[in-house]
Each structure stands twice: as C-alpha cells, then as structure tokens.
C-alpha cells in the first residue's frame, strides 16, 4: 500500500490567518483526494486533484477557501485560507491504488488536526 | 443521492464478547464496500473491503459480508480484545466513481 504522509501533523491557528498543508506519496498517483473530518464527525471530501489541472470542489466546498496545487504525481498542497474557528478539523490526504479489474483501495495519511482561535 | 448509515454509537463491550456494528448503504448499481478503523490518535486505515455481492472481506479477526439483497455490510469480530477500541467508519465507492462516501462512524470501546 502507498505510504502518506502530512505536514504538519497539528496546527493551531489565529482567525483570519491561512495555512498550507503538505500531503506527499512515496509512488506515483494520478488521483489524490482531501477530505475533512470535522470534530467527532465522520470524514467529507472536499475535492479531488488530478496533475495538471485544476481541482474539481464538492457541493459546499469552493477553490478561494481551500485552493490545491498538484504540481507533481507525488506531492500535493490543501490551503485553508481566512480561517475561523469552524474550520478546526482534521484535515486528511488520501491516494486511490488500483488492484487491477477496475478495482481500487484508498489509503489515508495520517491527518492534520487544525484549531482555529 | 449515494450514502451510508451506520449504527449508533458509542458502543462498549467486554474482552471476549462478540461484536456486530450495522451498515447499511444506499447507492445505485454496483458499489464498492469498505471499512475503516481509526485508532485513538492515528490516521485511517482500511480494515477490509468487498467489491462484488456476496464477497466476504475478512482482516485480523473482523468480516464483513456484502449483501446485496439488504443494502448492508455489516462488520462481526467473533471475540474483541481491548486494542480493538478503535472508531470504526463504514464506507462505500459509487460504481464508475473515485471518492468515497463514509458513515457516521461508531466509537468501540472493549473494557478487560
């Protein structure tokens, strides 16, 4: 399985500030994904970033609040910007690895947890 | 829309006990099904998946059996031990789509 990792691990913030999270893939992926796990809730995507182009934003989510960059296959960037104290969550990273027959499993990396005062 | 309901937690069980979490799916065609555990303070991991009606997944004591007929995937371990407290996330993969869409998740709590 891919091996994930995310930087940083923990953050706590002022409001109105930005933060950048790093998310990084030790193979090459064409999919990666950032959700958000709000605090005892269950995790929402937030949008999914292909190399290359721009990423594409579910319902309630929008690119000037949490723009991504995916420069390479290996590395990706969620930035939370002008935050408030609703956007403290745990913010996670995830990577599609295909099993062949058009099977795939999705791994995790291992979150930033964010508070916002 | 797809979407995944588990049952309510918190749940507490005793070492040994046998343990069923309950999910059930609403989807169209044929979805993925998975589960994921979240340990106190870690990231998630997939704990097991199925990907066709009838496939049993099984990993470190726990199954889950995909059931077309009932829209469920429920997970069983036959005998819990404490370092299986843990929040446990039901998840499904929309046929022909990449992301996910998780349950609510159940917190497990296993006393000695």
């Known amino acids: 399985s891919a091996v994930i990792s995310q930087k940083p691990s923990r953050d706590i913030c002022q409001r109105g500030t930005s933060l950048t999270i790093q998310c990084q893939v030790d193979?090459?992926?064409?999919?990666m994904f950032w959700y958000r796990q709000q605090p005892g809730q269950s995790l929402t995507l937030i949008a999914t970033?292909?190399?290359?182009?721009?990423?594409?934003?579910e319902s309630g989510f929008v690119i000037d609040k949490f723009p991504i960059s995916r420069p390479n296959l290996t590395f990706s960037t969620l930035t939370v910007s002008n935050m408030s104290p609703e956007d403290s969550s745990i913010y996670l990273c995830?990577?599609?690895?295909?099993?062949?027959?058009?099977?795939?499993?999705?791994?995790f990396g291992p979150g930033t947890r964010l508070t916002v005062t | 829309g797809d979407s995944v309901t588990q049952m309510e937690g918190p749940v507490t069980l005793s070492e040994e006990a046998f343990l069923t979490i309950n999910c059930t799916y609403t989807?169209?065609?044929?979805?993925?099904l998975f589960w994921y555990v979240q340990y106190p303070g870690e990231g998630l991991q997939l704990l097991l998946k199925?990907?066709?009606?009838?496939d049993k997944g099984s990993n470190k004591g726990f199954e889950a059996t995909y059931r077309k007929e009932t829209t469920s995937f429920h997970l069983e371990k036959g005998s819990v031990q404490v370092s299986d407290s843990a929040v446990y996330f039901c998840a499904l993969r929309p046929q022909g789509a990449q992301k996910l869409v998780f349950g609510q998740g159940t917190r497990l709590t296993i006393n000695p």
């Open positions: 989807a169209t065609g044929y979805p993925s």
């Open positions: 970033a292909n190399q290359g182009s721009e990423a594409t934003y």
């Open positions: 193979s090459q992926v064409t999919m």
């Open positions: 199925a990907t066709k009606a009838d």
């Open positions: 995830s990577v599609d690895q295909g099993l062949g027959l058009g099977i795939y499993e999705q791994y």
